[in-house]
């Protein structure tokens, strides 16, 4: 609960941060995290095409090189630190989850006020991972057999108002997209 509560303040802070204090324009973006975003991107582009094992493999080599990166210092800007969320976000343990959403914290922190949403998904999934509920509502599951589900989700922990200041949609519009996706994916 104290990483939960942290986190939340880090993010609230940031988000109060004027225009222009992140001091962003005097940082330089590395073309190989973005390449690495893209890559990991454009191997999610056909989702019902996906080989879940090559994937998987692709995904812990992009992990390992982002990783690298970050420990060499060689990621600077906010675009740096949002494409590495992403990255890490594709993980496979609380780490990775948690990690990605460090990053994603320091991309809003230096002005990406886009990856308020990131930031939002990758605690949601940690929270997942470690057996307690999400409180935002971004992750969605479908269990064989069952229907689309956000389960477990504490729906009552945080306002509309502070998802819609995460980029995140509110509670009706989130059960409406559950519902669109039961009717494409059922």
């Keep these: ?7 939340l303040l880090l993010l609230c802070v940031t988000l109060a941060l004027p225009a222009g204090a992140t001091g962003e324009q005097d940082r330089t973006t590395n073309a190989e995290m973005t390449a690495i975003f893209d890559a990991d991107q454009a191997a999610r582009e056909h989702p019902a095409s996906i080989d879940w094992t090559v994937l998987d493999a692709a995904d812990r080599e992009r992990r390992t090189r982002t990783q690298t990166l970050l420990d060499g210092g060689k990621l600077d800007s906010a675009d740096d630190f949002y494409h590495a969320a ?9 780490e990775d989850f948690l990690k990605a959403h460090a990053l994603a914290i320091v991309a ?25 509920p999400q409180i935002y509502g971004t992750q969605f599951t479908h269990p064989p057999k069952q229907k689309w589900t956000q389960e477990p989700y504490r729906r009552d922990l945080l306002s509309d108002a ?6 995140v949609p509110p509670l009706a519009d989130q059960e409406k997209q559950r519902e669109d996706w039961e009717r494409r994916w059922p």
């Design 1 to 7: 609960m104290r990483v939960l509560l942290a986190s």
């Design 86 to 94: 992403y990255v890490f976000q594709h993980g496979d343990d609380p």
């Design 108 to 132: 809003v922190a230096r002005g990406r006020q886009d990856a308020t949403w990131i930031a939002a998904a990758t605690l949601d999934r940690y929270l997942q991972r470690i057996g307690q």
């Design 162 to 167: 502070l998802r819609k200041a995460s980029g």
